[in-house]
């Protein structure tokens, strides 16, 4: 499975912007790339996902480097509710569909 | 959106019971269910995969006969654990795709936390 590296934890200050990265250098050509997060005592619950265009929706953006082999997910304005574990997830490119987590990054958001 | 509803959020049992854990696609049909397990301050861990119809496929180290995984129908998979014991209090999440082959979005449940004493 190709894996992905995120830093430990980041903070940021309440509504200003909070870019997230991810390297994922073992990328292959059909690997979506996933962002989740999880809220404590919750399932994860679905960011954006995108593939080699830089994606909007209506939570975040999804910035794919050129190369894929890394990216970033925006979230324009950080708000209290954002504070959670976010995870980058390359989902297998073989017709098994599963989803590995990896350790993530803690996002603290300050008041 | 789809949801996928986990049932019970939360549930106590006796060393050596089983704990039988549904979950529901409630307006959409999946074919296939993931089911993860997760320790404080750990990540997911892919326990296995539910196919509709079929046997579940295992990750490497999962005792299949511990975990027994039925997925009878399109809207509905559960999770049994077996002779539970206090190792196996976690937080147990199921996960449901849906979408086209390549452009899968995952629902999650909301987690059955499982304390065995």
């Known amino acids: 499975d190709a894996k992905t590296t995120q830093p430990n934890s980041m903070e940021s200050n309440e509504e200003e912007p909070v870019h997230l990265p991810c390297n994922h250098s073992?990328?292959?050509?059909?690997?979506?790339i996933h962002w989740y997060r999880q809220l404590p005592s919750q399932g994860p619950e679905y960011v954006i996902h995108?593939?080699?265009s830089n994606v909007n929706n209506r939570m975040a953006s999804l910035a794919i480097a050129e190369d894929r082999k890394s990216s970033t997910l925006i979230l324009h304005r950080a708000t209290l509710r954002d504070a959670a574990v976010y995870y980058c997830i390359l989902r297998d490119g073989d017709s098994s569909y599963k989803l590995i987590f990896g350790s993530g990054t803690r996002l603290l958001v300050r008041p | 959106g789809a949801v996928v509803s986990q049932h019970p959020s939360r549930v106590i049992c006796k060393s050596g019971t089983s704990v039988k854990i549904e979950c529901r696609s409630l307006?959409?049909?999946?074919?296939?269910m993931f089911w993860y397990r997760q320790f404080p301050k750990q990540s997911l861990m892919l326990m296995a995969t539910s196919n509709e119809g079929s046997k579940a496929t295992y990750e490497q180290g999962v005792e299949k006969d511990k975990f027994l995984i039925n997925h009878a129908s399109l809207t509905l998979s559960t999770l049994t654990v077996t002779s539970a014991h206090p190792e196996d209090s976690s937080f147990y999440i199921c996960s449901a795709s849906t979408g086209t082959v390549f452009n899968y979005g995952y629902t999650f449940g909301s987690g059955t936390r499982l304390t065995v004493v």
């Open positions: 995108g593939l080699t």
């Open positions: 307006d959409f049909q999946a074919t296939t």
């Open positions: 073992t990328i292959s050509g059909t690997d979506y």
